[in-house]
């Protein structure tokens, strides 16, 4: 497709549940960005995977969070054992590169908005 | 201080004003720096590019000042389709960490 594509774009989940977010990014970039935004608040990185290279996993808050990233394409975000707190929007993103310059501009997609109730 | 800080405002404005945002960043070898603009309930969105000579795309210029570790969006003759949130975003300068988001600025423009 032209953008970043996510899925599911609402899922509502009972807490304790486990719940897998997707994201496609778009042809040919080779880095995807998970980030993670509550209502009202700014964006909180989560999860950064560049082409081969081992991702930077330094911004998931819990061991609940995993994400992987298969063939260098569709990147899948696994919440594990739901809580209220995860309840926000969770917002891939992709760049063609991570080099420097104008390459690293990153394209978002809109989101799955997640409610734990 | 955090990585990248901005006022989170709200900016209250008149149409046709002229605003401008100001947003400071904590390391220095930071590399490359853009304004994204995100609407309530939406995704961000790139707004515009941050060049060192500075740059300007019709009502909107952004300048850089690596010395002070800032960079500013000025926004001219103020629309009502302005009113949105916006973010500023720097690129670090290792190749191997994401880019980090100020927690943005977020504008009302009255009419």
């Known amino acids: 497709g032209a953008g970043v594509s996510q899925s599911p774009s609402n899922k509502v989940t009972e807490k304790g549940k486990d719940v897998e977010l997707r994201c496609d990014p778009i042809?040919?970039?080779?880095?995807l960005y998970w980030y993670r935004q509550s209502l009202g608040q700014g964006l909180e990185f989560l999860i950064y995977?560049?082409?081969?290279?081992?991702?930077?996993k330094s911004g998931l808050p819990s061991d609940r969070f995993s994400a992987e990233r298969t063939g260098g394409s569709v990147s899948t975000l696994t919440i594990q054992r739901t809580q209220q707190e995860d309840s926000a929007v969770y917002l891939c993103a992709s760049s063609l590169t991570r080099g420097l310059g104008s390459g690293n501009t990153i394209y978002f997609g809109e989101g799955s908005w997640l409610t734990v109730v | 201080r955090k990585e990248v800080e901005q006022d989170p405002g709200p900016f209250n404005v008149p149409e046709g004003a002229t605003v401008a945002f100001n947003c400071t960043y904590s390391n220095s070898a930071s590399q490359s720096f853009f304004w994204y603009r995100q609407d309530c309930r939406k995704e961000p969105k790139l707004l515009m590019s941050?060049?060192?000579s500075g740059n300007e795309d019709g009502r909107f210029t952004a300048q850089l000042n690596r010395a002070s570790q800032y960079i500013s969006l000025l926004i001219r003759d103020s629309k009502l389709s302005d009113s949105a949130t916006y973010l500023c975003v720097v690129t670090p300068n290792s190749g191997n960490t994401p880019l980090v988001f100020g927690k943005g600025t977020r504008l009302s423009v009255i009419a």
């Open positions: 995977f560049q082409g081969n290279s081992a991702p930077d």
């Open positions: 042809s040919g970039h080779t880095a």
């Open positions: 941050v060049y060192s």
